[in-house]
């Protein structure tokens, strides 16, 4: 059961440059996570949004959430090689059940 | 900060054995989830449990079954291991009131 879609499924740029990742999903939500996978690891928390907020920052990172076309995207601005990993937005079916995680995009930062 | 750890970073394991692999997190969150990742798949629920006794099946629970006897372990069986079940597997935990998930390092699982 997929909910959430990440676009593209790769990115590849320079050091210092900015990466947009996007998400699209399925069903109305009460809220939408974005996480990061370094290589062979586990996945990290980087921020979350709920459906009453348009945009949130933390850090380097952007995140905006657009309910009525049931999407998302994830700026990371001035991008580090230390960026490079998969990211993935993810969302609950509906309540407290568990995440339901996109197949992610896989970013590579170029130094 | 939440720690959630996993029993073995690698696996290797043959076909027909039992395979047995543990979560443990430290925060006393009563919601654990077992995930499997493949690639081009992404990452698909097994099974997950709601507190300490309680199990439910997630979207490819097949050839898996779940232990919650304390709360702050959740066990994935495999009872018996098959080749299709290569994979990586990642444990995460939250609190009944919070979204946020936190995961384990994962588990790579080779199964010869």
């Known amino acids: 059961s997929q909910q959430g879609e990440e676009d593209p499924q790769a990115l590849s740029i320079q050091e210092g440059e900015n990466a947009t990742m996007n998400c699209s999903y399925k069903?109305?939500?009460?809220?939408l996570q974005w996480y990061r996978q370094n290589s062979g690891r586990g996945l990290v928390h980087l921020i979350l949004?709920?459906?009453?907020?348009r945009e949130k920052h933390s850090g380097r990172l952007r995140v905006t959430l657009d309910t009525s076309k049931k999407s998302s995207s994830l700026l990371i601005t001035a991008s580090r090689a230390a960026d490079t990993a998969s990211y993935f937005c993810?969302?609950?079916?509906?309540?407290?059940?568990?995440?339901?995680f996109g197949k992610g995009t896989r970013l590579s930062v170029i130094a | 900060d939440v720690k959630v750890t996993q029993s073995s970073r690698y696996l290797v394991k043959r076909t027909g054995e039992k395979v047995f692999l543990e979560c443990v997190q430290d925060m006393d969150h009563e919601n654990m989830f077992w995930y499997r990742q493949d690639p081009g798949l992404g990452l698909r629920l097994i099974y997950f449990s709601y507190d300490v006794k309680m199990k439910e099946k997630g979207d490819i629970p097949e050839g898996y079954s779940v232990s919650r006897e304390k709360k702050e372990r959740f066990s994935l069986i495999l009872e018996s291991a098959s080749t299709n079940q290569t994979s990586m597997y990642l444990c995460?935990?939250?609190?009944?009131?919070?979204?946020?998930?936190?995961f384990g390092p994962g588990t790579r699982l080779t199964v010869l």
């Open positions: 069903t109305s939500i009460n809220n």
């Open positions: 995460a935990s939250r609190t009944r009131v919070e979204d946020t998930q936190y």
């Open positions: 949004i709920r459906s009453n907020e």
């Open positions: 993810a969302t609950p079916f509906s309540g407290n059940t568990p995440l339901v």
